[in-house]
């Protein structure tokens, strides 16, 4: 079976460029996490989704960032305007329901320079 | 806020050699994991314990969830090169499967 995807792989854009990036969680899963990897400030979690409804976004560092999940397979993330500090690595998760383990993604690296 | 602390922040070890790694938090959790982490990869799911006391193993990898459920202990024994990652533990925070993470365990294997 497929695990999560996530596109793409890899994204280097200038300061001010939009970012869209991808997701499609695991057939049948019914949560989606979005998370943020740096070296500083090791996983964090930008926002979650359950039955595709935001259900905790706090996690969302400022409102350049926003993410939607318009059905059960699939979800964006979206930085507009990117800047250099929102380089880091971006991984998708999703589990099969709600509370039980998370399963990754590959993840974005993303480069604002 | 509830804090997760993991330790140690890293390990260089060399083959063949044991490895131990815990997670502390200020709060009670129901529910353990631990995840490894290779270079360019996302985290993967090493076990997953879900009672107070249990003891679970996964080949050279045994997990246990600690007696006060604050805490949890990963060990990795007769240490190989393919164990280097970064081991992370996690516990939720919500009903709704919010988990938070430790800062991690990076763990170096020398021949």
């Known amino acids: 079976d497929a695990g999560v995807i996530q596109s793409p792989r890899h994204e280097v854009t200038e300061m001010g460029q939009e970012v869209t990036l991808r997701c499609k969680p695991i057939?049948?899963?019914?949560?989606l996490f979005w998370y943020r990897q740096t070296m500083m400030r090791g996983l964090e979690l930008l926002i979650y989704?359950?039955?595709?409804?935001?259900?905790?976004d706090s996690g969302m560092p400022e409102d350049r960032f926003s993410a939607k999940m318009p059905n059960a397979s699939f979800s964006t993330l979206k930085i507009q305007p990117s800047e250099p500090r929102d380089s880091a690595v971006y991984f998708c998760?999703?589990?099969?329901?709600?509370?039980?383990?998370?399963?990754f993604g590959p993840g974005t690296r993303l480069t604002v320079t | 806020g509830q804090q997760l602390n993991q330790s140690p922040q890293s390990m260089f070890i060399q083959e063949g050699e044991d490895v131990s790694m815990n997670c502390t938090s200020s709060?009670?959790?129901?529910?353990w994991l631990w995840y490894k982490q290779d270079p360019g990869e996302g985290p993967v799911l090493l076990i997953a314990?879900?009672?107070?006391?249990e003891l679970t193993s996964n080949g050279r990898l045994t997990a246990q969830f600690g007696i006060t459920r604050k805490d949890s202990f990963l060990n990795i024994s007769a240490s190989i090169p393919s164990d280097v990652g970064i081991y992370f533990c996690?516990?939720?925070?919500?009903?709704?499967?919010?988990?938070?993470f430790g800062a991690g365990t990076q763990v170096v294997v020398t021949p």
């Open positions: 998760a999703s589990s099969p329901w709600t509370g039980a383990v998370q399963y």
């Open positions: 057939s049948g899963h019914n949560s």
């Open positions: 989704f359950n039955n595709n409804v935001p259900i905790d």
């Open positions: 709060s009670i959790f129901n529910t």
């Open positions: 314990l879900y009672k107070a006391g």
């Open positions: 996690a516990g939720p925070t919500d009903s709704w499967g919010k988990f938070q």
